[in-house]
């Protein structure tokens, strides 16, 4: 069974740090592109930002608001995705979800874990 | 950046009948980068259609999806009581981002 489980979250006051983890099984993980998306209280959804696979270069893409701040990597040995979480803004708190981007033509995430929850607040 | 709107922003409808969902985007999406999920309440968003029109695996038939250039359509042809739930589109667009609609929620009438 394909599965992601966030984990990682929790409050942080503003200007701290968190970093998310992601653990993926039931695919091959390093062949997938993945996604991070968050959704703040009470609102719609937010891309966050995507990795590619190491096979396509592995680079990354930033929503403008994350960008510079945030830092998204992966361990292909430990299949895990992970979002680094700098100078946190109280804005930043948001359900945040990873998930498997398909990319061959079509553009859409077919696989989202259940989220992990990150509160900034002093 | 590609804006998408959807309206209305919330549909207010009973089982049984006809729900159509709109998404506009502020320019041209290739149909090939338009999707669909769904969306209930304290769970992760659920893949419904991709490409504009292709049905996600498992997705019921009474789902379907149309639409070209700017003008996208969510159809829901018979609500199940399932189905109440809210709606986002999304879509890739040349800045290498993507961007989801506000979303619209289809509520019990």
């Known amino acids: 069974e394909v599965q992601l489980v966030e984990s990682g979250g929790g409050l942080v006051k503003p200007g701290g740090s968190l970093r998310l983890s992601c653990a993926a099984s039931?695919?091959?993980?390093?062949?997938?592109?993945m996604s991070w998306v968050r959704q703040a209280p009470g609102k719609g959804l937010e891309w966050v930002g995507r990795?590619?696979?190491?096979?396509?270069?592995?680079?990354?893409d930033y929503a403008a608001p994350v960008k510079g701040r945030f830092t998204i990597s992966r361990d292909d040995s430990k299949n895990t995705l992970y979002l680094q979480m700098n100078s946190l803004k109280t804005e930043d708190t948001a359900v945040y979800y990873c998930g498997i981007l398909r990319h061959y033509y079509y553009y859409y995430m077919d696989v989202w874990g259940k989220g992990t929850t990150v509160t900034v607040s002093s | 950046e590609i804006v998408l709107t959807q309206s209305p922003g919330t549909l207010s409808l009973s089982p049984g009948e006809r729900a159509t969902l709109s998404c506009r985007a502020s320019?041209?999406?290739?149909?090939?980068?338009l999707a669909w999920y769904q969306q209930k309440p304290g769970q992760a968003p659920r893949l419904l259609i991709y490409g504009a029109s292709s049905r996600a695996t498992g997705i019921p038939d009474r789902f379907s999806g149309s639409g070209s250039g700017t003008d996208f359509t969510l159809t829901i042809s018979r609500l199940e009581p399932e189905d109440f739930a809210v709606y986002y589109c999304?879509?890739?667009?040349?800045?290498?981002?993507?961007?989801f609609g506000g979303g619209t929620k289809v509520e019990i009438k």
């Open positions: 320019q041209s999406v290739s149909s090939s980068y």
């Open positions: 999304q879509q890739y667009g040349s800045s290498r981002a993507l961007t």
């Open positions: 990795i590619k696979s190491k096979t396509d270069g592995g680079t990354t």
């Open positions: 039931g695919f091959t993980f390093s062949n997938a592109w």
